[in-house]
């Protein structure tokens, strides 16, 4: 077991979890409140020193009655150590959970992606939105058990929707204000900025019996 | 030095008092009528996703002040894949080639690090010989990994001939690699405890003569780039990451060496007998593009160094571990005898698996730190295969690197992060 565990039950008491090992690898669950706090302390304490994010992920089990967690692998460079975080986010309250951006300028586009693909938001996250799917995805969360491999819409729905499209869709509202020639737009395009529609989505059809 | 038509025609206008032609220095009657400064307002300039220089279908959304970058927004995701989702429908050999695609210039390496991370999780201990040929396939993606970098880079800066040269020797190690595994691209080298296949004769001459053919090729691109004027213009001084912010953005791999980290999976978390090797790790002092360009160029002559010694002590023996849970019984054993086929049905309709737990393997490859995290709940496929994509990590630092430089720069920043779209989406 990695000591830095005692170390952080020391320091945080109740909001350690349980912590154990497996494949020799040291897993520790923290307190989905404290998950932000107790990654500081972990990155700056002399003795501790991890520096190093190496991954944030998010695991789904196969059983519904269990949490979703939230996965960090920090490591510290120096020590050559490595501590797997763990936070759990029930599934009956809404998946939200403090950012550790402020912490590792690297965990921006790693909470992306976990917003992306399991829904999970990430609260002071500066820039929170879909990275591999695209902004209008309307499919729901595909790393989610419930979403089918397939995806949610009928491959038929899907072209379309790709098809109906409009160009704009493809920046976002602020790509465009970068833009300052707005009157050089075509009025048909100024009309749909002008209400703020990107390539509206339309309404998803009703699923087809799988 | 003679005198060129253009000078000639644009002399004309222009007479002096004796009526006499005199030359009106080029571009100078334009100036005149210039307009005055177009002013501060912003450009949006949309760089692919259908673009050579963004090696793949990366989007960047550019904002440029004349010709200097304010902000890159990049969009992702035009070749996602959903390999993670499809790997939970998947059992674990299956799974295998899955990852050929997700880093398609160096898949070798893919298929050991996922290998890896699966016999963590099951508690499987290789072979010597085994071990030894998967070091090979590694150092070789390394090698061809970096050769495709060097070439592609330097086309994007410029320089034509590299790109031949590279790509001559690259296709000499894919035909080993073809040899070995019956396809260039997706290999699918390995097998959960062993390999798909052993080497096949006349490999061991034909990557001697590779370790003695690349470190010429290598001399020649050195001579042609290093010292190189333009090279060094284009090169010294951008993109530059410190070691503070090349470990706050999580980089790995050559990006993080080049910032001056000495960290190197190979040494610091070995894995496959990678500490018994005798090998220097570059560490670079500027963290800009030329340094990564350094970084990389003795990264290959040192897997060259590595190939050279694992050839040298290449033992004999089986390559796959000796355990009929595991690993499909030979073809003859299957159709003569009953246990063995009952063994080989098993394993291709109800898979292997893996007890609970969970496991996060990292090896490196040539584009940096690529981790497997397995999570099994006792049955044939994973609950969670998540691939640490060293590419997508350090793509997230292209907008800190490339704000305040010229566009052209940034195709020289963005070409120096080594990104492979297949890892990037995934």
Redesign the interface.
């Known amino acids: 077991m990695n000591p830095s565990v005692e170390a952080l039950r020391r320091e945080f008491g109740d909001a350690i979890g349980v912590a154990f090992t497996s494949c020799g690898q040291s897993i520790v669950y923290v307190d989905r409140h404290r998950v932000r706090d107790a990654l500081g302390w972990l990155k700056v304490t002399p003795g501790q020193s991890y520096d190093y994010l190496v991954d944030v992920t998010a695991v789904e089990y196969r059983d519904p009655e269990r949490p979703i967690e939230v996965v960090y692998i920090v490591r510290s460079l120096a020590r050559r150590a490595e501590l797997r975080v763990k936070a759990e986010l029930a599934k009956d309250e809404p998946l939200e959970i403090d950012s550790v951006v402020s912490l590792w300028r690297g965990a921006d586009w790693l909470e992306r992606e976990v917003y992306d693909m399991f829904g999970i938001t990430f609260r002071d996250h500066p820039d929170l939105r879909r990275i591999l799917m695209w902004e209008t995805y309307a499919e729901g969360y595909p790393l989610r058990k419930d979403f089918p491999l397939r995806g949610r819409f009928s491959r038929a729905e899907q072209v379309r929707q790709a098809m109906s499209a409009s160009t704009e869709a493809q920046y976002s509202l602020e790509e465009l204000s970068i833009y300052e020639a707005y009157h050089d737009l075509p009025m048909d395009m100024r009309e749909r900025l002008a209400r703020g529609a990107r390539g509206a989505i339309p309404d998803p059809p009703v699923p087809d019996d799988e | 030095m003679s005198k060129r038509t253009v000078e000639f025609d644009l002399a004309t206008p222009g007479v002096d008092p004796a009526g006499r032609a005199v030359r009106v220095p080029l571009g100078a009657a334009a100036v005149e009528e210039r307009e005055p400064d177009i002013g501060v307002?912003?450009?949006?300039l949309?760089v692919g996703p259908q673009h050579p220089a963004t090696h793949g279908v990366l989007r960047l959304?550019v904002?440029l002040d004349g010709e200097i970058v304010v902000?890159v927004?990049p969009?992702?995701?035009y070749l996602?894949s959903?390999f993670?989702?499809?790997g939970e429908?998947r059992h674990y050999n299956q799974i295998i080639p899955l990852t050929d695609r997700t880093d398609y210039l160096s898949p070798m390496a893919n298929n050991v690090g996922f290998a890896l991370a699966a016999e963590?999780?099951m508690?499987i201990e290789l072979t010597e010989r085994c071990k030894v040929l998967r070091l090979i396939a590694c150092e070789m993606s390394r090698i061809i990994s970096h050769l495709v970098w060097l070439g592609t880079t330097a086309i994007d800066i410029g320089a034509f001939t590299p790109f031949l040269w590279t790509f001559y020797e690259r296709e000499r190690i894919y035909d080993l690699q073809e040899a070995w595994t019956g396809a260039r691209l997706t290999t699918s080298l390995t097998r959960v405890g062993g390999l798909l296949a052993d080497i096949p004769d006349g490999f061991e001459d034909g990557l001697r003569a590779c370790c003695t053919s690349i470190p010429k090729a290598l001399e020649e691109v050195d001579r042609l780039l290093t010292r190189n004027g333009i090279w060094c213009a284009r090169t010294q001084g951008i993109g530059v990451l410190t070691a503070e912010?090349a470990?706050?953005?999580?980089?790995a791999g050559p990006m993080l060496r080049a910032s001056g980290?000495p960290?190197d999976v190979r040494k610091?978390?070995p894995y496959l007998d990678y500490e018994t090797y005798d090998f220097d790790v570059p560490v670079g002092e500027h963290g800009d593009v030329y340094d990564r360009y350094l970084v990389r160029m003795e990264e290959m002559r040192q897997s060259v160094r590595i190939l050279e010694q694992a050839l040298a002590r290449l033992p004999d023996g089986p390559i796959n571990v000796d355990d009929p849970r595991v690993i499909l019984p030979s073809k003859t054993a299957a159709m003569n005898d009953m246990e063995a086929m009952i063994f080989h049905f098993k394993q291709v309709m109800e898979g292997v698996a893996a007890p609970v737990?969970?496991?996060?393997v990292?090896i490196e490859n040539g584009k940096g730190?690529q981790?497997n995290?397995l999570?099994s709940?006792g049955t044939a496929k994973p609950?969670?295969w998540?691939i640490?994509p060293p590419s997508?990590?350090n793509?997230?630092?292209l907008p800190?690197m490339a704000e305040g430089h010229l566009l052209s720069d940034l195709i020289a920043i963005n070409a120096s992060v080594d990104i492979v779209m297949g890892e990037v989406?995934?």
């Not at chain 2, 307002?41 to 949006?44: D, K, N, T």
């Not at chain 2, 470990?247 to 980089?251: K, P, R, W």
């Not at chain 2, 737990?357 to 996060?360: L, M, P």
């Open positions: 307002e912003h450009m949006l949309n959304v904002e902000r927004i969009h992702l995701g996602h959903g993670e989702k499809l429908y963590r999780l508690g912010e470990i706050n953005f999580s980089l980290v960290y610091d978390l737990g969970e496991a996060y990292a730190e981790g995290y999570v709940d609950v969670r998540r640490r997508f990590i793509l997230a630092a800190k989406d995934r």
